[in-house]
């Protein structure tokens, strides 16, 4: 009988039980979007800063002073520590490989350029180039400048890294005090030993890059007699903010608590990662960058919960009154079969029973929707798609059922409560 | 009358009202919660990300840079026009040189530390800064520095500081001679009148770096700075000492510029600067001004989607309630028509309520949701929001117009139908 009483309810009713439907399903599906959104927002902010570059510098353990400004080193004394060339692969093997969005070595030394011999910083790079990476899924990685310093800007062609020819880009500061343009070639000196490199492209980037000129890395080594040798690593990854448990001395932690530091993408963790697989390095994080990426991504990851949290109180006390006011109406209803002799709790679950269906029915679609918005959202912004987080489905569900069955028990006891005098009287 | 019915309505039916009130508070809240963060949301978002340090640097132009000429204290102080020049967050003038320690070669770099601090706060200070108002010989020094040279806080350090050999007489003839020139155009003519090509800033450094005579002068350690970057090996004196120093009255090499991108794009201030500052020339640090232009877009792109969905989403929901509750009262349209009232008349009674409730609620719900973009303002971005006066009308014409299209079609249709079925039930 409850079955056939359902029925006929809802046959008769159509029309407000599809906006209480509706009502559900646009509670949901705002619970189930932003919920998606927020979950993902981290991963996505994060990748978008990657783009202001490296964010973790590895230098050989206990090298000199170098003469430095605005990154380029006019330091003309040899340095007495490298890091090998060989092991650069291994960057891409530790434990957040997935999080190393890119790496790049750099061969530095100061030389003497033209006619009139002056000095120059000559630094030998990585440009844009596959590197094998053994016995790991992803087999091959991208390295080299392109994928850290993303904002790079060369008028004419960049260095081809497999062909290996004799070619540089030139910083613009330096083609204007060299007076050179693509298409020339400029005559290198080191300690008398002569190169000609012909200029392929110029730099620009408004930063002190514009004061060097780029090479492939094996070029300087080999004129400088350092083959195989690199003095520094410049690395982008993607990382999670420091938060207090991060900012805990290593060495005070438990086994556990290391574990944990360990298993997170920390810029320190990351950066004690890097120095463990390459030999005698410092690994430190480049705090300009570093820093200021960490406390973004914590800002927008607190406004998203927020605007969140907000959404989710405020779709759900609405979809709370809109199954209230469906009951509300509804009074007559129970006080008449109240009145012809039901009992309390079959009539709540007589109602219940509606209540719940439109709740489940609601619930899943609207979480349906919410997943397709939160992908258009992901797309329209962040050009990805947005991981479906299983969570979200039990989540969005029980708040729908829970929160239609709390918004609907609160009039159906008060209607219950009166008697059904009152209520048939029409009030 | 039609107040009265309206009335006694609303006194009789108080709960059912209260309730579709709050629906209408819940949505109303809610879109203007997001609206207000939205509007503000681009300056918050632009002032966060000056934390990743100064995206516009200040350099003497072309003829300067060959005439071994800097930029000058006064002509700094112009930044501070706001009047003429739009969106500077803060600036930080440079004077570098090349010094000895221990008869090792080091930069020495001399700054204000007031102004460090605030456009490139990463640096990391064990210790303490040096204090710009005190008269007191007082060093900084890069962690390398310290690491290599075992310098402790409170040691003090000897530098050794290179006079500056005056170039300006051998460059007078050049003056006449050289236009001005593009500034990323390569020209001929101020290379060739000097058997040395014009030493430019920072390129100099290698040529000149063992010549001259050097000085010594002592200084107290008080702090050692961390950054990862190119401080790490520098060493960091008082601009004004540095500028006495170096023999280079009230003068810099450089200015470090934080500009606000959120108004107006970044080459807009620069060219502001370079009108007001004449013989200087600006270079926008691409690694900044990309990733910063890109971000922001994102990030506003996000909030203005985030809250259309909302929008659309709550209305819906409001509007559902709203029907339900008209639709429910079909059997009083009925009753209304059966004594005689005319259809629009009846209309109006529904439309008044509807109006009424959309009102009520929007108000609440717009004060509502000012309260909670403040929170959120506060939590995340540790200011208050601004007050967009024109949130106030768009709101409240928005939920009144809402509550009564709502209205509209179960209203609509009931006044339509025979009396006699709707007071039958159906």
Known sequence: MYGRILRKSIKVRRKRIILAVIAVIMGASLISALTGVYLNIEEKVGKELSSYGANIIVKPKGDDISLEIGGVNYSSNQQQNFLKEDELYKIKKIFWKYNILGFSPYLSTVVKVGPENESVVLTGTWFDKEIDIPDEAFKSARVGVKTIAPWWTVDGEWINDEENKPEAILGSAVAKQLENRAGDTVSINYNGKMIELKVVGILHTGGEEENQIFTNLATVQGLTGLQGKVSEIKVSAAITPEDDFAKKDITQMTKEEYIRWYCTPYISSIALQIEEVITDSDALPIEQIASAQGNFIKKIKLMMMLITLVAVAASALGVMTAMTTSILERRKEIGVIKAIGARTNQIIALFMAEVAAIGVIGGIIGYGLGIGLAQVIGNAVFNSTVAINVIVLPVTIIIAIGITMIGSMIPIRNALKIDPVIVLRGE | ?426
């Open chain 2, 1 to 426: 009358m039609l107040k009265r019915i309206v009335f006694k309505s609303i006194q009789n039916r108080k709960n059912r009202i209260l309730v579709a009130i709050f629906a209408v508070i819940m949505g109303a809240s809610m879109v203007s919660t997001l609206v207000n963060i939205a509007l503000d949301l681009n300056g918050k978002v632009a002032k966060e990300l000056r934390a990743f340090g100064a995206n516009l640097v200040l350099l003497p132009d072309d003829i300067r840079e060959n005439n071994g000429q800097l930029i000058s204290m006064d002509e700094i102080d112009k930044l501070k026009d706001t009047g003429r020049i739009n969106d500077v967050y803060g600036y930080a003038p440079y004077l570098y040189s090349i010094g000895k320690i221990e008869e090792q070669n080091v930069v020495i770099v001399g700054g204000q530390f007031e102004n460090i601090k605030k456009i490139s706060p990463w640096w990391k200070v064990e210790g303490s800064w040096n204090n710009d108002n005190s008269d007191e010989s007082t060093i900084m020094v890069g962690n390398k520095v310290a690491a290599k040279l075992g310098y402790k806080i409170g040691d003090t350090v000897t530098l050794n500081i290179r006079e500056e050999t005056d170039k300006k007489e051998s460059f007078t003839e050049k003056t006449d001679k050289t236009e001005k020139i593009p500034v990323d155009g390569i020209s001929s003519a101020s290379q060739s009148l000097n058997g040395d090509a014009a030493k430019r800033w920072p390129l100099n450094i290698l040529s000149e770096m063992n010549q001259g005579k050097y000085t010594p002068k002592q200084f107290k350690l008080v702090g050692t700075v961390s950054t990862g970057g190119s401080e790490d090996n520098q060493v960091f004196i008082k601009l004004k000492e540095a500028q006495l120093l170096f023999g280079k009255k009230a003068q810099v090499n450089l200015v470090q510029i934080s500009v606000l991108t959120n108004k107006n794009p970044i080459e807009i201030t620069a060219s502001q600067i370079e009108k007001q500052i004449p013989g200087t020339k600006t270079r926008i640090l691409s690694q900044i001004s990309k990733a910063e232009g890109n971000i922001q877009d994102k990030i506003l792109f996000l909030m203005v989607l985030v809250t259309v969905l909302t929008l659309i989403g709550s209305g819906l929901s409001v509007m559902s309630t709203m029907t339900t509750t008209v639709l429910e009262r079909r059997k009083e349209i009925g009753m209304m028509k059966a004594i005689g009232a005319q259809n629009k008349k009846i209309a109006a009674i529904f439309y008044a309520e509807a109006g009424a409730v959309g009102l009520i609620g929007g108000i609440a719900g717009y004060i509502l949701g000012v309260l909670m973009a403040q929170i959120v303002g506060k939590s995340v971005f540790d200011t208050f929001i601004g007050f967009h006066l024109a949130v106030i009308p768009v709101t409240l014409v928005s939920t009144v117009l809402l509550a009564l299209i709502s209205s509209k079609i179960p209203v609509g249709q009931a006044v339509n139908i025979d009396p006699v079925i709707t007071l039958r039930g159906e």
